[in-house]
């Protein structure tokens, strides 16, 4: 099958930077109703962030000439929130790697040599307990389908857990 | 004019007027409606209303009002301070409305457009002067859109007054005239002192008459156009010189009411008849519970 040629093309195997983790600091986020269709950097703190009004009906700014209504949203009990970046991975890194193993991680035990494009270190840039959710021109309120998938990982918690057996 | 209040916060509207003079409470007024800057991709819309009592629209005329578009910046503000100083028959309200207000009005889910945006404005100023117990009994308004069914409306919404909808009517009647020069008076004022409420960098103050075809007015908007952001606030996004050069030098934006065709659809009639069906090759959706979470399972990085 065509498909699962494709999907074995895609494996990859990801090696999480624990450091990364203890050193990310807060960062503000916001999610908004809308795709921009490309990832950038984008100057968040000189256009987006000092028009937000806080009013007595709540957070009100507009993205593009678009109206939005936002709300904070925490991270489910148990849980935090990271900001995950993907590194380039060149040849000479590679090696390096497989020669020397991972410096700064040295509990990730290097069992198997690195290969390009299977093996994929993330790292955390940034921390957060909470973000922005906005809506276009409504709050988006308890349907958003964001609110929604936050309840996945406790139902997901309860379904996998062990069953008693009597 | 003291435009503190609209400073203080210019992303919505800011409605500011004079103290109604006391014969305006007890005598017959002619209450005159214009506004300033419509056309422009940059700055606020200022509405105004003026009037007076009847029996002193003699001295409004007196002051050679005219309209505002006829007469320079100094003659204006010379108008505008006499008027100011006959503070005892003569009363002014304006209604700012943002460039953002304007924006996200035109762009809204339910498009709000400028001529709707104008008309409710509108009366919502005879509205305010009645409200304030200005005994209007004439009304005179340029018109916006068709001079006949604008009329129609006002003069419904407002039964108990003669409601004029003419064109032109800001060099007709003396009293629109002086609405227009409150309205033009302000408007300059409020773009003259723009708070941007972006922190911007290398912000250029040169920006021409701020119309779609003044072409200080379009470098301004060429350089001062971010990737991401678009334009700060003072631009009016809905306008099409705005939007075309958004086009051509910021990323696509999509909105999940952005009019566009469902890459998912039915596809070709045929596929059907084929022994594959159209869902072969088609990884097989998620469970509604996903589906409905915006929720997938990431396979890859």
């Known amino acids: 099958m065509e498909s699962a040629d494709e999907a074995a093309d895609c494996k990859q195997r990801v090696h999480l930077r624990p450091g990364s983790l203890r050193d990310a600091a807060p960062a503000t986020l916001h999610l908004l109703p809308c795709e921009v269709l490309v990832s950038r950097p984008a100057p968040v703190e000189r256009f987006f962030t000092p028009a937000v009004r806080h009013g007595a009906d709540g957070l009100q700014v507009s993205f593009r000439g678009r109206g939005l209504r936002g709300e904070e ?85 309860a379904i996998h857990a062990q069953v008693p057996e009597d | 004019m003291d435009l503190r209040e609209l400073e203080k916060d210019n992303t919505g509207r800011c409605r500011l007027s004079s103290p109604v003079p006391a014969v305006c409470l007890k005598e017959p007024c002619v209450l005159g409606v214009d506004e300033a800057g419509r056309g422009p991709v940059l700055g606020p819309m200022v509405y105004a209303v003026c009037y007076c009592p009847l029996s002193r629209l003699a001295d409004l005329e007196a002051l050679k009002v005219a309209d505002s578009k006829t007469l320079t910046e100094n003659e204006r503000e010379r108008l505008f301070a006499k008027m100011e100083e006959e503070g005892d028959s003569v009363g002014w309200a304006l209604d700012i409305l943002s460039p953002n207000l304007i924006s996200t009005s035109m762009l809204g889910r339910v498009k709000y457009n400028l001529n709707s945006l104008s ?53 007709l009647f003396p009293v ?40 200080k007015t379009k ?80 396979s890859s990085l």
């Open chain 2, 119 to 171: 008309h409710d404005t509108a009366a919502g100023l005879i509205r305010h002067a009645l409200d304030q117990g200005v005994k209007v009994t004439q009304v005179f308004v340029d018109t916006v859109g068709m001079p006949e069914t604008y009329q129609a409306r006002l003069q419904q919404r407002f039964p108990g007054m003669e409601v004029t909808v003419r064109a032109k009517a800001d060099s």
């Open chain 2, 176 to 215: 629109v005239s002086a609405a227009s020069i409150f309205a033009k008076v302000a408007r300059d004022q409020a773009v003259k002192n723009w708070q941007f409420v972006e922190s911007l960098q290398d912000l250029d103050s040169d920006y021409g008459s701020g119309y779609p075809n003044d072409p």
């Open chain 1, 73 to 157: 949203v925490a991270v489910p009990p148990g849980f935090s929130g990271f900001v995950m970046v993907t590194e380039e991975m060149g040849e000479g890194l590679i090696g390096k790697l497989n020669f020397s193993g991972d410096a700064e991680d040295k509990t990730e035990k290097m069992q198997e040599p690195l290969e390009r494009d299977f093996d994929r270190f993330i790292g955390a840039t940034g921390s957060f307990s909470h973000f922005t959710l906005w809506g276009l021109e409504t709050v988006p309120g308890p349907d958003a389908k964001v609110h929604k998938a936050l309840g996945w990982p406790s139902l997901a918690a």
């Open chain 2, 219 to 298: 470098a301004w908007l060429r350089k001062h156009v971010d990737p991401v952001f678009g334009f700060p606030q003072f631009v009016r996004f809905s306008w099409s010189t705005a939007q075309a050069i958004l086009e051509k030098e910021a990323e696509d934006v999509t909105w999940e009411d952005s009019a566009e065709e469902d890459p998912e659809g039915p596809g070709r009639i045929t596929s059907y008849f084929l022994s594959q069906g159209p869902q072969a090759g088609r990884p097989q959706a998620p469970h509604r519970y996903f589906q409905e979470r915006g929720l997938e399972a990431a």
